[in-house]
């Protein structure tokens, strides 16, 4: 759903978030997150990573997902951060 929500928002948001009060809708990074899920994420900070960079957060991600239900804002740019 999560890489549904970037490709095409409407397709899973029946409205806005503005028309509710809300800026934007965020996704909660966890175990189902997917790469496009984190990358959007990384996007959001202004974090550009190659193929490969991506492929090795991606993992430390899915280790890090085992051990936490959500992860927040600060575990992602911990992982790439190292």
């Known amino acids: 759903h999560q890489d549904g929500m970037l490709?095409?928002?409407q397709t899973y948001e029946i409205m806005t978030p503005e028309s509710v009060g809300v800026e934007k809708?965020?996704?909660v990074l966890g175990k189902h997150s997917g790469r496009a899920a984190l990358k959007d994420k990384l996007v959001s900070y202004s974090i550009a990573l190659?193929?490969?960079?991506?492929?090795?957060v991606f993992?430390?991600?899915k280790q890090l997902c085992d051990?936490?239900?959500?992860i927040s804002?600060?575990?992602v740019l911990a992982l790439v951060s190292g």
């Not at 190659?50 to 090795?56: A, I, Q, R, T, V």
């Not at 051990?67 to 959500?70: A, L, Q, T």
Request: hydrophobic share 15%; with cysteine.
């Open 59 to 61: 993992c430390k991600f």
């Open 50 to 56: 190659n193929d490969d960079e991506l492929n090795d």
């Open 67 to 70: 051990y936490k239900k959500n």
């Open 7 to 9: 490709k095409n928002r």
């Open 25 to 27: 809708t965020d996704l």
């Open 73 to 75: 804002d600060g575990d």
